[in-house]
Every structure is written in C-alpha cells, then in structure tokens.
Nanobody
Framework: QVQLVESGGGLVQPGGSLMLSCAASGSIFSINAMGWYRRPPGKERELVATIASGGSTNYADSVKGRFTISRDNAKNTVYLQMNSLKPEDTAVYYC???????????????WGQGTQVTVSS
C-alpha cells in the first residue's frame, strides 16, 4: 500500500504563488509516475500535471507556463510550484501516484486526501 500526504494549500490573492508538496510512503517500489489533479467547485476532477521517475512531464494547457511539477526521488516527494494564480485555479488539489506515466487519472492507483487552494482577493 502507498500513502500520499499533501501539504501547502491555502488562500492566495490573484497573481500570487503557492507550492504544494506530496510525500509518498509505503510500497513506493510500485511507483513510476506521480502527479497532481484538481477538482474545481462543481466540476469533475481534471489533470494538472504529472511527472515520471525519469523527469518526463505532462501539463494541462490551462497551467502551462504558470505551474511547474518536479520530484525528488530520494525523498519520494513531488512538488507543484504554482505561479500567477488565477481565481479559476481554485480547487481541491489531489496528489496521485501509479506505475504508469500517463495524463489519465484512471492509470493512477493511489491518491492523497486533497488540499484546498483558494485564489481570491
């Protein structure tokens, strides 16, 4: 079993920045890819970004150029640096991990509990 613990959410003004972190523990040998998905209010969960153990990445078009995903394999941790935040970035952000590098959430077996990000003035 894999446990994912997210941190770093909160309230930020438009144009501001936040960094999310997600630490994995447990049966981490099964993990190749890690990533972030989000669920905006009243909407379905959607891709934000994913990253493979070798560093390949996927980004949603809506966050390209503003968000950066990275990982520290030694610490089994994935990060999401979010800059130039917009009100439409408001969502619950979920960390995901799985054996296959993909942009599709069905390929991710393990999920964190979610952390709220609110972008508002």
């Amino acid at each position: 079993q894999v446990q994912l613990v997210e941190s770093g959410g909160g309230l930020v003004q438009p144009g501001g920045s936040l960094m999310l972190s997600c630490a994995a523990s447990g049966s981490i040998f099964s993990i190749n890819a890690m990533g972030w998905y989000r669920r905006p209010p009243g909407k379905e969960r959607e891709l934000v970004a994913t990253i493979a153990s070798g560093g390949s990445t996927n980004y949603a078009d809506s966050v390209k150029g503003r968000f950066t995903i990275s990982r520290d394999n030694a610490k089994n941790t994935v990060y999401l640096q979010m800059n130039s935040l917009k009100p439409e970035d408001t969502a619950v952000y979920y960390c995901a991990a799985g054996p296959v590098f993909s942009r599709y959430e069905s390929h991710y077996d393990h999920w964190g509990q979610g952390t709220q990000v609110t972008v508002s003035s």
